[in-house]
């Protein structure tokens, strides 16, 4: 039975990574940060209780299990390695919000910059010890490519405009270097933005779907916003992991640009989300310049030549259908808070502004 780590399992793209493993009959252990809160509930359901597997806690091969740990911990991931023995790495883990990462800029710069390079080092040391190859998946970002006119692919320059970005580019060098100078077999996966209902509800797709949907029902009235004229290559996170996967099962490591290779505006998003609603967009969206970044990056449009190409991969889902998937799944819990059920965790952005800058 293959056996995979995943670090930034509790996330959108960890979730997906992790049902499309399990389903191909992995071993699959995901790293959790400790938090004095829950932050698992999109995992919550591939999670087996190890009170459930037997009398030493492990039982029969198979399911997701879960560690603590920490990007920032070197330590700790050695420790999860040795306990893991993956034959499959997937560094997911990061301070992923590019607005953030301006505020936070060494925080994020140490766990998706350092963090990487621990989890290399870390791999390399195990696999020198336990005497058999581990295959590395490192999530790199469109974001690594700045002001790099589109389309992108993998001979564009990095030209990054955000802390995030920088952190980026140095894990995705720091991965090639290691893999020249070890032999290591480490794959870059140079991701344009995925997205689906498992979205963060700070990044914007998601933080319009879910305001449309409360908007729709009355239970909300504005939605604050800030640059609307940014183009972006939105595709289907569920689709995205499907490259990670195929990226370790080739012969050779390569660097891969995984993206739709079709392009819209913040403002074509906001038209898609309401228009399915029959909303106006116009008479909600408040601009707010806290939500501005500093630096923006005008165009990100990915040419995905190389994974369709050599991965044989394709993206399914375009995107009118993944807008219109996130729409139906918010108007659905907008549905069910209204009934007087749980409400979602509304998320900055669709109260008025306050200290939230996301
Ligand atoms: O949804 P976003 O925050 O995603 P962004 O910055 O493109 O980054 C995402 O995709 C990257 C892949 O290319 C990942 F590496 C990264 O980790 C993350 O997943 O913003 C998209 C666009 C930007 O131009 C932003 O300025 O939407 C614009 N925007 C306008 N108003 C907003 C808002 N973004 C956010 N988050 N919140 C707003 O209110």
Same mark, same amino acid.
């Given at each position: 039975m293959p056996r995979a780590l995943i670090?930034? /399992?509790?996330?959108?793209?960890?979730?997906?990574?992790?049902? *499309? $493993? $399990?389903?191909r009959g992995y071993e699959v252990h995901g790293i959790v940060r400790r938090s004095s809160s829950f932050h698992t509930e999109r995992i919550d359901h591939l999670y087996t209780d190890?009170? *459930? *597997?037997?009398?030493?806690?492990?039982?029969?091969p198979g399911g997701l299990r879960l560690?603590?740990?920490?990007?920032?911990?070197?330590t700790a991931l050695r420790r999860i390695l040795d306990a893991a023995q993956p034959d499959e790495v997937y560094n997911l883990a990061a301070q992923s919000h590019v607005r953030v990462s301006f505020d936070q800029s060494e925080h994020t710069a140490d766990v998706a910059g350092l963090g990487a390079l621990r989890l290399f080092e870390a791999v390399r040391d195990h696999a020198r010890a336990a005497g058999r190859p581990v295959r590395v998946y490192q999530a790199g970002s469109s974001e690594m490519f700045g002001l790099a006119p589109a389309p992108q692919n993998e001979a564009s320059p990095f030209l990054p405009r955000s802390p995030y970005a920088v952190a980026k580019v140095?894990?995705?060098?720091?991965? /090639?270097?290691?893999?020249?100078?070890?032999?290591l077999f480490i794959a870059n996966g140079i991701l344009f933005n995925h997205e689906s209902p498992r979205r963060g509800e700070t990044f914007v797709t998601l933080k319009i779907t879910r305001a449309a949907a409360r908007i729709r029902l009355g239970l909300q009235d504005r939605l604050y916003l800030g640059e609307l004229d940014a183009r972006r290559d939105w595709g289907f996170a569920g689709d995205y992991v499907v490259a990670m996967w195929l990226m370790l099962q080739q012969p050779v490591p390569g660097d891969f640009v995984v993206a739709t290779g079709e392009s819209h505006s913040v403002r074509e998003f906001l038209e898609a989300a309401f228009g399915r609603l029959e909303l106006d967009w116009q008479a909600h969206v408040v601009l707010d310049p806290r939500y501005r970044r500093p /630096?923006?990056?005008?165009? $990100?449009?990915?040419?995905?030549?190389?994974?369709r190409a050599t991965l044989g991969w394709t993206p399914r889902v375009r995107f009118a259908e993944l807008v219109a998937m996130m729409v139906d799944h918010d108007l659905d819990l907008a549905q069910r808070e209204r009934a007087g059920g749980a409400p979602p965790n509304v998320g900055p952005g669709s109260r008025a502004p306050g200290p939230g800058r996301a």
């Open positions: 670090t930034g /399992v509790t996330g959108q793209d960890g979730s997906y990574l992790a049902e *499309l $493993l $399990l389903g190890p009170h *459930l *597997l037997g009398d030493d806690g492990h039982g029969e560690h603590y740990g920490d990007m920032l911990d070197g140095a894990a995705h060098h720091f991965g /090639v270097t290691f893999r020249e100078a070890y032999g /630096v923006e990056i005008p165009h $990100l449009c990915g040419d995905s030549t190389r994974a």
